[in-house]
């Protein structure tokens, strides 16, 4: 194989799958004329917004070696608390907003405690968040959904600013803040270290418990904000909004490059993971396929993804 | 007869390579039936890797084995073991949660013919009759583990026997096991040599290999040494045989001027581990401290680093007494560890060198002890790296890909720059080869240089009487003696490590 092969081969493997979402565009541009506009691109963008801020939580901890199934339910939880308190003429927008955000963080932080503290695997931790929490929202809306909310709140989701809808600033901005924390401090590079090698980093001084605790709070507080952000597109606070979103969220940092290992991984490639669910679910969509067969679809490319990872290294 | 007819096993010009090492360099091998062989070596020597070649666990890269005469090469352990080697591993492989039968025929289940039914009834039976012959009574229906490591141990043996293996591997096979079960081993042994079987015996320990073997073939860096019956030797041509290099060639011992004292231990204890140490360390000295596998050598060092807890004791930093619960501790009052295993304790090996150079000291290079000053950590990486002489070909390499030589420069070069007064190296050698190794002693000479303490682990007695300005030795968690430079004397510092007093041992 001459150099050049060799280089255009690295770089494939390297931008694997930005090339692929690339090439998935193209390919759509081609075959349906609705693909390209700025109508439907701001409509992706959208969608992928609320997935987009839980799979940057995400990205932190399965870099530390661990799983956060939780995030679907801490979404509702946190979505039916902050749609309580944000009936028209009751309480300022502050409130709700703060509110959610600490369930959030308050179901993170437990997480992160008991993983760390007690040890038991995160898997099992955070399963039994996703039920607990799930059955928490039940109880506190009776199973029914909470509505007639302000318009302030219905802003946070459907509103846009520059006629950009909100939510997508939201999701670039919790993008921006993964990016700074992961790649620009300390805390960032302890992350990395844990899911190395765990005994090393301890043994190097890094307190692992509290870097544990740091990365659920963090995948936590994020779901809390996308179920603000849900709840409000929606203008109600259902007890079964989120369900099944961890799945996606994994799906979507997996096919970014993240390992399941621990040790490896960018929010750059989370961010094009969740563009290509997206785009492909967007684009099917648009070919008037199934929903059924989609999911048949978003399983492939899961699967191949991770084996265009397995060859990279 | 003639005696080449009774060679069962030879293994001529074996090589194998390894990233950035020759761990066999062509090595010969010769084992009769009915005899037990002893094979020595060092650390490092390459006993396990020639085994682990022999058990098909490796595959050699040049060289012949022949069995019974005829030529073969197995590709897998499982090939070498239907061949008839059994090998019996120093870490033991069996799956716990399993019964002693089920561990035995596991792989090789007798099934009801066309069904994949199990016959475990006739397994059972099997296993009892097996454990009979070395006469142990364990419940084949027992989980593996419920049993002690010496029932372990025989159970690992049983099953090498259920293979009607001809040759039998057994690597440290009384490391973790009491007088008692020592004895009933090596009754099995002698008995199983009577049948014909040949034994090959790996051990550190000098007496099992005088009273068991009846040859002893020798290992150093790689290379064949020599094949000797055990008849004509002493104690001391082993020693001789296995150490045998040029001291001070390799060592760049320098006389350093000794310090103040930096570290002090007092009345250090750990439940089952170590007791009542004392030690001091001062600047620009460098203390050894020897002792077999499981003296209690990693567990002491470790204990003042903070990686573990002492029940008991006082650590005293610079005259000032300290507490240290955590590697945290340890590295504020100016402590350092370079752990034994890199891979497992040392390195994150998915991370680049210059991540991994600076993370026990990342905070100094931070703005406000949190955001990264990606200037101040590349050059403080870059200086490393060509001050440790690290071979990478940039900063950003990660260090899985390097040698072991240079991943533990990598290591040395994290925890220089926590500026420590006292640096403990616990095995700073291990799997490094020649040239690497001497580099690194010299890095260890220029940091006693300026003026630190350092404690050095070490299983090769050259590498401590070559480093050492004293040395300690440890038998069973305790100090068994303390020897300086001028007192040195392989015999001396072996007869402490085998648990006499100094001066107590005729040798």
């Known amino acids: 194989m001459s150099i050049r092969k060799q280089k255009l081969s690295s770089v494939f493997f390297k931008y694997g799958v930005f090339i692929g979402l690339v090439i998935l565009c193209l390919v759509l541009t081609f075959i349906t004329p609705n693909f390209l506009t700025a109508q439907n691109i701001l409509n992706i963008l959208r969608q992928v917004s609320i997935i987009g801020m839980l799979a940057v939580g995400m990205t932190f901890v399965i870099i530390t070696g661990g799983i956060d199934l939780s995030v679907g339910s801490i979404l509702a939880l946190s979505a039916v608390v902050a749609t309580s308190l944000a009936h028209p003429d009751t309480y300022p927008l502050i409130v709700p907003i703060v509110v959610g955000l600490l369930v959030g963080l308050g179901c993170g932080v437990i997480n992160g405690v008991v993983v760390s503290r007690w040890k038991v695997a995160p898997f099992i931790v955070t399963l039994g968040m996703m039920t607990a929490a799930r059955g928490l929202t039940m109880v506190y809306t009776n199973g029914r959904p909470v509505i007639n909310l302000s318009d302030k709140y219905n802003f946070i989701g459907g509103g846009y600013v520059l006629d950009i809808p909100l939510p997508i600033i939201i999701f670039v901005g919790i993008a921006l803040i993964g990016v700074f924390l992961l790649n620009f401090t300390k805390f960032g590079r302890h992350v990395y270290s844990i899911g190395g090698n765990e005994s090393a980093a301890r043994l190097s001084g890094v307190n692992v418990g509290w870097v544990q605790t740091g990365v659920f709070a963090l995948s936590g507080l994020f779901a809390g904000l996308a179920g603000i952000v849900l709840s409000s597109r929606v203008m109600a606070g259902s007890p079964v909004l989120g369900q099944g979103y961890e799945l996606d969220a994994i799906a979507s940092v997996v096919i970014g490059g993240t390992s399941l290992m621990g040790g490896v991984g960018k929010i750059g490639g989370t961010v094009i993971g969740v563009l290509i669910i997206g785009v492909m679910n967007n684009g099917l969509d648009l070919m008037n396929v199934s929903s059924y067969y989609q999911q048949i679809i978003k399983g492939i490319i899961i699967i191949l993804a991770v084996l265009l990872d397995k060859k990279k290294s | ?507």
């Open chain 2, 1 to 507: 007869m003639d005696l080449a007819t009774d060679d069962v096993l030879q293994m001529k010009n074996v090589r194998k390579e390894f990233p950035g090492v020759v761990a066999l360099d062509n090595v010969s091998f010769e084992v009769r039936r009915g005899e037990v062989h002893g094979l020595m070596g060092e650390n490092g020597a390459g006993k396990s890797t020639l085994m682990k070649v022999l058990a098909g666990i490796y595959q050699p890269d040049s060289g012949d084995i022949l069995l019974r005469g005829e030529k073969v090469r197995f590709q897998s352990p499982r090939d070498s073991l239907q061949k008839g080697i059994a090998m019996i591993h120093q870490e033991l492989n069996s799956v716990l949660d399993m019964t002693v039968a089920e561990n035995i025929f596991l792989g090789r289940e007798l099934t009801v013919p066309g069904t994949g039914i199990v016959k475990r009834r006739l397994l059972k039976e099997m296993t009892r009759e097996i454990l009979q012959q070395i006469r142990s009574d364990i419940d084949p229906n027992r989980k593996l583990r419920s049993l002690s490591v010496a029932e372990m141990q025989m159970v690992e043996i049983a099953k090498a026997l259920s293979y009607q293996s001809d040759i039998i591997i057994m690597d440290e096979p009384t490391s973790a096991i009491t007088d008692r079960e020592v004895n009933i081993l090596f009754g099995v042994i002698e008995e199983l040599k009577a049948s014909g079987k040949a034994i090959i015996y790996i051990s550190h320990k000098m007496d099992e290999l005088f009273r068991l073997t009846d040859r002893i073939t020798v290992l150093r860096d790689g290379q064949y040494i020599a094949t000797r019956d055990t008849s004509e030797l002493t104690q001391r041509d082993l020693i001789q045989m296995m150490v045998g290099r040029d001291l001070t060639q390799i060592y760049p011992k320098e006389d350093i001027e000794i310090r103040d004292v930096l570290l002090e231990v007092k009345n250090l204890s750990r439940h089952n581990e170590f007791r009542n140490i004392n030690l001091q360390v001062r600047g620009g000295e460098i203390v050894g401290i020897a002792g077999l596998m499981g003296a209690g050598r990693t567990e002491l060092v470790e204990s003042i680093f903070g990686a573990r807890r002492a029940d008991t004791g006082e650590i005293r930093v610079k005259g000032k007494p300290v507490t240290i619960r955590n590697p945290k501790d340890g590295i504020r009052n100016g402590i350092a560890l370079v752990t034994e295993d890199r891979k497992l304790l040392g390195l994150n090996l998915k991370a680049s060198v210059k991540d991994n150079i600076v993370i026990a000291n990342l905070s100094a290079y931070t703005y406000l002890r949190q955001i990264i000053n990606f200037k101040a950590e590349k050059a403080a990486a870059d200086e490393k790296i060509e001050q440790m002489n690290v071979k990478t070909p940039s900063r950003n390499t990660i260090v899985g890909t390097l040698s072991g030589g240079n991943q533990q420069k990598v290591v040395l070069s994290n925890w220089m720059l926590t500026n420590p007064d006292v640096l403990i190296l616990d095995e700073p050698t291990r799997g490094i080869d020649i040239g690497a190794k001497s580099e690194i002693y010299k890095m260890i000479s220029r940091i006693a240089k300026e003026g630190r303490g350092i404690i050095m682990i070490s299983s090769e007695m050259p590498e401590l009487f070559g480093m050492c300005d004293r040395i300690l030795v440890l038998y069973q968690g305790e100090i068994t003696g303390e020897f300086s430079r001028a007192e040195f004397d392989q015999n001396q510092v072996m007869a402490c490590a085998s648990g006499f007093r100094k001066g107590e041992a005729v040798i």
